[in-house]
């Protein structure tokens, strides 16, 4: 089953930011690529926010959000998305009843609890190395290989930086600022403004707080260096003019990597707050402090301190600037293909066993178990033969394919499970079959016996084309088989 529609529950307001928001609607853009629909269901949401969703619903409250999720038929064949500071959406009682109705959904989460979802995603290097507790059959999408970045940073280049006098600084931490971090750095300029040719300081749209920033003596004091910018547009051309940062853990963090500014951060929540520290203890920035910090009034002198250190942000080649196309391709394809193991031999004998694929791969019966184990075995080990197992979305094993490797080119062959054949499965395993092969730079041939029409058109619609043929014995007869190929590499 392919996903038709996707249902995203998201928050964007003054106390959670702009971030949930803004990674969901790129989603939504990368999604209509691939001709999914997506709607938004809100509930506690900035009427700013909600003018920029293209469809969505709107609830009073969870209640009404929740009961709907759970007892109205959703469109055919959807996948709930929840990216949420709402810690109810993570309990268990919830996710229970979300199986009980036979929901589909995925985490975009930092959180760390039972995740019983079908998918798990996080984008922060951190999760990489959180010991997460999901199901068997939970596919996770963990670390920066995931980055969901718009599409513009693609041509972002970083530039050359160092700290010195007649440098633009840059302070913002993002839509909201619902801790106040921007009043509290402004109180702070008096001890580093003079090292600083500019300041820009960005204050987002949903944060509440902008009239008495305006009114705040060092932005009097200092103008015309200091300029107040509100709800800016063009975020990246002024990232770009600017030579370090002070930021919070959230997207404009990241944003700031991919430009490889240096930044002093400040965790703007008790969720960024071991995230904080975690970057600077890589060496990645440097912390100034927390939201909580009762001792702020003393950030001023701790930050001219840091800024007379090394800041090097080298996070930029940890970030797949195709990570959204990743991870939206991987949600959409029903299989995934991974290396056999021992573990999977009573699978594999099982599908090879079945008397169709057995007729086809020219067996009149099936093999020995304990020899073919051992057949097995030896495959595994060979450097130049590969079995991937297919696995579908509920976790399944359904098929398999096998990889014969050679300088130039790959020989592959397949089988699907009797219980899932006729449903395209075959066609979307060869078709990982030809993107593995342009990883490799080799071409791909498949042998196929001209009876089984079948196969025959699942490598033509990935691309294959009939080549030559030539007579084999099978099954005792002589028979014809036709060469396709698949070509990655020109001669």
Not at 39 to 64: C, G, L, N
Not at 277 to 303: T, V
Request: net charge positive; hydrophobic share 35%.
């Amino acid at each position: 089953m392919d996903y038709q529609n996707i249902y995203f529950i998201v928050d964007a307001n003054s106390s959670i930011g702009y971030g949930h928001f803004k990674r969901c609607q790129l989603l939504v853009q990368e999604f209509k690529k691939y001709k999914v629909p997506s709607i938004y269901w809100f509930h506690d949401t900035d009427s700013q926010v909600i003018e920029k969703a293209e469809a969505m619903r709107v609830f009073p409250d969870k209640y009404q959000l929740i009961n709907c999720l759970y007892y109205e038929e959703l469109l055919p064949d959807s996948l709930v998305i929840i990216d949420s500071d709402d810690s109810y959406f993570y309990t268990t009682q919830f996710q229970n009843r979300l199986l009980k109705y036979k929901r589909k959904f995925m985490y975009i989460s930092v959180k760390n609890t039972h995740f019983k979802s079908h998918y798990l995603f996080n984008q922060n290097l951190m999760a990489m190395y959180e010991n997460y507790v999901v199901e068997n059959y939970t596919k996770k999408f963990l670390g920066p290989d995931f980055f969901i970045l718009d599409d513009n940073l693609a041509i972002i280049q970083p530039i050359e930086l160092k700290i010195k006098k007649n440098n633009n600084l840059l302070i913002t931490f993002g839509g909201a600022d619902p801790s106040g971090l921007t009043l509290k750095v402004l109180d702070q300029l008096p001890e580093i403004e003079e090292q600083f040719d500019n300041i820009f300081v960005v204050v987002g749209a949903l944060n509440k707080e902008y009239s008495h920033l305006e009114s705040h003596p060092n932005i009097q004091r200092y103008w015309p260096k200091i300029k107040l910018l509100h709800n800016v547009e063009d975020m990246y051309s002024l990232m770009s003019k600017c030579t370090v940062a002070i930021t919070s853990m959230g997207l404009t963090f990241w944003e700031l990597t991919l430009h490889s500014i240096p930044c002093l951060v400040c965790s703007g929540s008790l969720r960024e707050k071991p995230q904080a520290s975690f970057f600077a203890r890589s060496g990645y920035c440097h912390l100034i402090g927390h939201y909580d910090d009762p001792k702020y009034d003393q950030w001023g002198i701790k930050i001219k301190r840091l800024l007379s250190k090394p800041i090097v942000n080298n996070l930029r080649s940890k970030i797949n600037i195709e990570g959204k196309t990743k991870l939206v391709s991987a949600i959409l394809n029903p299989i995934e293909l991974r290396e056999a193991t021992e573990n999977d031999y009573e699978s594999f004998f099982r599908i090879r066993s079945e008397k169709q694929n057995l007729f086809w791969t020219g067996y009149e019966k099936a093999p020995d178990y304990d020899t073919f184990f051992q057949w097995f075995k030896n495959r595994l080990e060979e450097s130049d033969r590969d079995i991937y197992m297919a696995i579908n979305r509920d976790g399944q094993i359904i098929g398999y394919l096998n990889f014969d490797q050679y300088e130039e080119w790959i020989a592959i062959g397949y089988a699907i499970l009797s219980e899932y054949q006729g449903q395209g499965y075959a066609t979307k395993i060869v078709k990982q079959a030809t993107q593995l092969a342009k990883s490799k730079n080799k071409n791909l041939i498949a042998w196929i016996s001209e009876k089984n029409i079948a196969s025959q058109k699942v490598v033509q619609k990935n691309g294959f084309k009939p080549i030559k043929y030539e007579y084999r014995i099978r099954l005792g007869k002589e028979e014809k088989y036709n060469r396709f190929d698949f070509v990655v590499k020109q001669k």
